[in-house]
């Protein structure tokens, strides 16, 4: 296929043997101390918490288990500045009452987060408020802190890297599930709220008491399945001209993460693989919109044997930013400015593109 024909029937597979990446819109971030820890959960997504006078970690936490709420990735991304350990807080499982939604961890979110060397501590809720919206739903969920903090002080002590100490989460995770189904129980009878079918959570945590390749397995084919729904749709929000494809990357050890490009071109054997985020606005899309698209471009980045089917490429990942009809990037000024300049600095420096409207 040449000038720009477009690739509509085959999928993306590819390999990372390591991460390389230079990240310079990370936030500065702020100091807690362990004792604080409840504070600190409360008012940042990611932050710096400092456990005694020689430790300290980078710690982020997840608001669902599921990576398209509450921009998880950039609450990630914030963190990788940091030189010590970087430590997310996921549940494994967040249900919000029957009016809300129910999601539960997959296995795809523990391996990216040990491809990128995040450590993670699978938690549970154990408290929360009742919506005054919603008959049957709840709102500001709040961890088990004693059970988080129990987990941050063996991580201390762990000298192993953030996979191995991934997997022993995991093995965990059945006990872990049925924490929290019984959590769940106990705020259900004390705010009179009904949650989803219990019978459908407890056959997802007896999937899991099976042991992590069972969990593996189970959670693979949900992620596959979700790669392929989202691939087939796109978003009314979403201005795009290429096609949307799957993207199956293998690791060094063989394991398998599912994503999607919004957006693939094929020029000869240059392959542009693209994350588009947009904003109806005449402004540069969110913050938390663009830094989860940097996380995409640390993975598209590190990419080697790329292949679309059978056909061997080189890739271009691009982050896509579209915008309201009116917008002109002649015309940015001020902390738009700075955050676009330091956007350019990023993609020079960590060798992917930026798109805007098409420019």
Same mark, same amino acid.
């Given at each position: 296929?040449?000038?720009?024909?477009?690739?509509?029937?085959?999928?993306? !597979?590819?390999?990372?043997?390591?991460?390389?990446?230079?990240?310079?819109?990370?936030?500065?971030?702020?100091?807690?101390?362990?004792?604080?820890?409840?504070?600190?959960?409360?008012?940042?997504?990611?932050?710096?918490? %400092?456990?005694?006078?020689?430790?300290?970690?980078?710690? @982020?936490?997840?608001?669902?288990?599921?990576?398209?709420?509450?921009?998880?990735?950039?609450?990630?991304?914030?963190?990788?500045? =940091?030189?010590?350990?970087?430590?997310?807080?996921?549940?494994?499982?967040?249900? %919000?009452?029957?009016?809300?939604?129910?999601? =539960?961890?997959?296995?795809? !979110?523990?391996?990216?987060?040990?491809?990128?060397?995040?450590?993670?501590?699978?938690?549970?809720?154990?408290?929360?408020?009742?919506?005054?919206?919603?008959?049957?739903?709840? !709102?500001?969920?709040?961890?088990? *802190?004693?059970?988080?903090?129990?987990?941050?002080?063996?991580?201390? @002590?762990?000298?192993?890297?953030?996979?191995?100490?991934?997997?022993?989460?995991?093995?965990?995770?059945?006990?872990? +599930?049925?924490?929290?189904?019984?959590?769940?129980?106990? *705020?259900?009878?004390?705010?009179?709220?009904?949650?989803?079918?219990?019978?459908?959570?407890?056959?997802?945590?007896?999937?899991?008491?099976? +042991?992590?390749?069972? =969990?593996?397995?189970?959670?693979?084919?949900?992620?596959?399945?979700?790669?392929?729904?989202?691939?087939?749709?796109?978003?009314?929000?979403?201005?795009?001209?290429?096609?949307?494809?799957?993207? !199956?990357?293998?690791?060094?050890?063989?394991?398998?993460?599912? =994503?999607?490009?919004?957006?693939?071109?094929?020029?000869?054997?240059?392959? @542009?693989?693209?994350?588009?985020?947009?904003?109806? %606005?005449?402004?540069?899309?969110?913050?938390?919109?663009?830094?989860? +698209?940097?996380?995409?471009?640390?993975?598209?980045?590190?990419? %080697?044997?790329?292949?679309?089917?059978?056909?061997?490429?080189?890739?271009?990942?691009?982050?896509?930013?579209?915008? +309201?009809?009116?917008?002109?990037?002649?015309? *940015?000024?001020?902390?738009?400015?700075?955050?676009?300049?330091?956007?350019?600095?990023?993609?020079?420096?960590?060798?992917?593109?930026?798109?805007?409207?098409?420019?």
């Amino acid at each position: 296929m040449k000038n720009g024909v477009k690739n509509k029937m085959k999928g993306i !597979t590819a390999k990372i043997k390591g991460i390389k990446y230079m990240p310079l819109l990370c936030r500065e971030l702020h100091h807690f101390s362990f004792e604080d820890l409840d504070k600190a959960l409360e008012k940042d997504a990611t932050f710096i918490l %400092e456990i005694d006078k020689k430790n300290r970690i980078a710690l @982020s936490w997840w608001v669902s288990a599921k990576r398209t709420r509450s921009y998880p990735y950039a609450r990630i991304y914030d963190s990788l500045s =940091f030189t010590g350990k970087k430590v997310t807080i996921i549940p494994v499982i967040k249900d %919000e009452g029957q009016e809300g939604d129910r999601d =539960f961890l997959q296995w795809d !979110t523990i391996s990216l987060m040990s491809l990128l060397g995040v450590y993670v501590i699978v938690g549970y809720y154990k408290d929360a408020i009742k919506s005054t919206q919603y008959e049957n739903k709840i !709102t500001e969920q709040r961890f088990n *802190i004693p059970y988080i903090k129990n987990q941050i002080n063996k991580l201390l @002590s762990y000298q192993s890297d953030a996979l191995h100490w991934n997997l022993s989460q995991i093995d965990d995770i059945a006990e872990i +599930g049925r924490t929290a189904l019984q959590s769940y129980d106990k *705020i259900s009878k004390r705010l009179s709220i009904e949650f989803h079918d219990k019978k459908s959570a407890e056959n997802r945590i007896n999937e899991l008491k099976k +042991g992590k390749e069972a =969990f593996m397995a189970l959670s693979r084919t949900l992620a596959e399945k979700a790669q392929k729904r989202e691939s087939a749709t796109i978003q009314p929000k979403e201005k795009l001209d290429g096609t949307k494809t799957t993207i !199956t990357i293998r690791n060094y050890l063989g394991g398998n993460y599912y =994503f999607t490009s919004d957006e693939i071109q094929l020029w000869d054997d240059k392959l @542009s693989i693209i994350d588009a985020k947009h904003t109806k %606005e005449n402004k540069l899309p969110s913050l938390g919109d663009i830094k989860d +698209g940097l996380l995409k471009m640390i993975l598209f980045t590190n990419l %080697e044997d790329v292949k679309l089917g059978d056909k061997k490429v080189k890739p271009i990942p691009v982050l896509k930013l579209t915008t +309201g009809n009116k917008f002109n990037i002649k015309n *940015i000024k001020g902390s738009e400015k700075r955050l676009f300049n330091l956007l350019n600095r990023e993609s020079e420096a960590n060798k992917f593109r930026i798109v805007i409207n098409d420019n």
